[in-house]
């Protein structure tokens, strides 16, 4: 069965300061790949999404993510990150049902 | 979002009381998902719907039914709360089976005492 890892729990930064957040799945076939984002108190949005082609995905806010298929992995980056990015992200996958299923999430915190 | 409302907004309930929350969409969307978020848990399917009347369970249905009598509607019941459901509940919506992702609601936010 199809399941996702987000290794990071926590994430603390300052302003301008880059970031990298890890997302692994286990299923090796096609996949579509996606990243939301919980503010705080809100519902989740959509980030960015990967479907095909182009490994290396731009989303809204600056954020960008790069698919490898090699190493089953979708990680989240952005060059500098602002105080407004303070939220939760999670990375998801639909299973072979295609029901998506979610990592457990990151909390990102950043101090300004 | 506005095609997809979930209502109450927030909720307390006694221990052993049925409740109902309501989800609601305008996007004549077919595909519909109940998932409950708990910390360190990311979000978890409940249950969820390809169509009226066709349902199906999710990773963590026990305790939980549901209802599609009409396309824009999706109603969640906890038949008998218990503590260990409390949690803030997302609606979500797909017009494909998930491939192409999913819109939520705002959430309810469920306790259980």
């Known amino acids: 069965a199809q399941s996702v890892s987000q290794h990071n729990h926590h994430v603390i930064l300052s302003e301008a300061a880059s970031l990298e957040l890890g997302c692994n799945y286990s299923y090796g076939g096609t996949v579509n790949l996606f990243w939301y984002v919980q503010y705080p108190g809100q519902h989740l949005q959509l980030l960015l999404k990967?479907?095909?082609?182009?490994?290396l995905v731009k989303g809204i806010k600056g954020f960008e993510a790069e698919f490898i298929k090699s190493k089953f992995s979708f990680n989240l980056r952005k060059p500098s990150v602002q105080w407004s990015d303070t939220a939760e992200y999670f990375c998801?996958?639909?299973?072979?049902?295609?029901?998506?299923?979610f990592g457990q999430g990151t909390e990102l915190s950043v101090k300004p | 979002d506005a095609g997809i409302t979930q209502s109450p907004r927030h909720k307390v309930t006694e221990t052993g009381t049925p409740v109902t929350l309501r989800c609601h969409q305008t996007?004549?969307?077919?595909?519909m998902y109940w998932y409950r978020q708990d910390p360190g848990h990311g979000l978890r399917l409940i249950h969820y719907s390809y169509g009226v009347k066709d349902t199906d369970k999710g990773e963590v249905s026990d305790g939980y039914s549901v209802s599609r009598s009409k396309t824009e509607d999706f109603l969640l019941t906890l038949e008998s709360a218990t503590s260990s459901q409390t949690s803030v509940y997302f609606c979500a919506i797909s017009d494909r089976a998930g491939a192409q992702g999913y819109t939520f609601g705002s959430g309810t936010r469920l306790t259980v005492v």
């Open positions: 990967y479907f095909s082609g182009d490994p």
């Open positions: 996007e004549n969307h077919r595909y």
């Open positions: 998801a996958v639909p299973n072979q049902g295609g029901k998506l299923i």
